[in-house]
């Protein structure tokens, strides 16, 4: 079917690059598999995530436990299955919320220039100071573990990457004559702002949110890991390799699956984006 | 290049304001009265309110806002950055024994990973399209989506465990540094590799490549001495750009490894509701990144001229 939708060439150049992409192609339906199993988990996990049963304590894998149990007897798919969710409501939440906040100030900061630039930059540059996860461990400290607060940090410290970008194309953007032209109709800023320059932005906005889930879900996961992210018992796959740990050495399947999980989401979102970027624009630097 | 060099240190004000005033206010943030929390430490009973009210008055939070933070910022100039709750230590001693050892595992991490990265971006990129090229570049993306605290427990179970080569954790000997640093090296190695071959494709097309091929110069001597320092650029941007995410690696390498570092200390604060370390470590670490890029800028604007020339319109501008 896509090939030969590849072969006729009927496609749009940017769909017809992507298929191309075998990396990109395994990403995306790696992405919509891992959304549906997120979205369906209450059909297709077998058990309950959070039903303890300790005489299936550490359980190797078989046929009624795929991927086995963990330390105090709950079946690791389900717990996996579920765990996606949480992965995925981070990682879209924090980079939906750091991509508006990032693509305004930035487009702002690159239409206007000046005053306004300088002022939007420099925050930009305290913000990227700190390196990333550093800084939501700070946050995360301060403002005490939970679901919404991993959110909140993650996204202090992604959106100046958007604003960076953004700021760019509003600058290159805010040269075109056809802005020139909006202007002398009257157009005014915000509907300049808004109608062309945030439009005329999104290759490359479409290209940062697709890498940057991958990052945020891998940030959720450290900051899980560290005991800084989502409250036990709701399985998050950092938390629960921060728990096999513990078995590493009587019961590895604890501690390898959620790793997998967490390898392979974030390897999907960034081979995805990865052709994103080839097939929208390969001069693209992200 | 003094003019430069100055320039760029005038420019890195701002940045370390932000930090302490970020740092200042996550401070400000954190629930709960820091007195009641210094005195509360392993007590039922607290204090009495004249207790309290003597503590508030001498560490300065009766005080606006404003003046706490320039005091904040004094202390700060003065190394002081407040006493551990857990053991009463000044943090600065704390963090100061630490961070040699937080150090040491980014520099050996660092060689690590420059050392696969280049490696396998040349071979890459003289083997374009090959099976080695197609899977070194998969390869690349991997290493860059690896939860690196869960390679760190792989790792150990490989060859702490099973082969038994190495000490599983802790710290110590030379031996000690090995599996942190591997496994560091490997997940920063991936983005070093993709942009060494791409930098290399460009140089080894270029005239002067064939011209000493051509001269019979072997191959060895034409990919290192010639190109590699041609396509060396880019690699060094690289480079400095991943000192940010190794630093914020050694965070939970260290945890999965008993390494005694920043990250440790940290983490444990954190667990203990140690706020000053947790502080103070961030604050320091953020500082040691400013002062790393810094020290990288400089750096590539002797490599390469034309940069002190660009950044400083970028300045002006």
Redesign the interface.
Known sequence: MISRLVKKKELPPVVYMLLKNK?AIFGLIFIVILVATAIFADFIAPYDPVAQNIPKKLAPPSFSNILGCDELGRDVLSRLIYGSRISLIVGSSVVAISAIIGSLLGSVAGYYGGGVDMIIM??V???I???????A????????QSILNVIIALSLVNWPAFARVVRAEALRISQLEYIQAAKVMGASNRHIIFSHIIPNSLPPILVLVTLNI?WAI?AE??LS????GVNPPEPSW?SM?AV??FY??QA?HV??F??LA??IT??AF??FG?GLRDALDPQLQL | MLGYIFRRFILVIPSIIGVTLIAFAIMKATPGDPVLVMLGAGYAEPGSPETIALQRTKLGLDQPVYLQYFSFLWRLLRGDLGQSIYSGRPVIAEIGEALPKTILLTITSMGIAIAIGIIAGIFAAIKQYSVFDNLSMIGSIAAASLPSFWLGFIIMLVFGYYLNLFPLSGYGTPAHLVLPSLTLGIAGSGLIARITRSSMLEVIRKDFIRATQAKGVPELKILFRHALRNAAIPIVTVVGNSFGNLIAGTFLVEVVFAWPGMGRLAVQAVSQRNYPIVYGSVLVVALLFIVINLVVDILYAYIDPRIQFARRQEISK
């Open positions: 990396g420099r925050l540059d305290i913000f100071s700190f390196p990333g996860l550093i800084l461990i700070g946050i995360m400290a301060a403002l005490g991958g891998l996961a450290s890991f560290l005991g800084l950092g390799v096999g740990r590493l050495l590895q501690i390898i959620p790793g967490i390898f974030v390897l960034n081979l990865d």
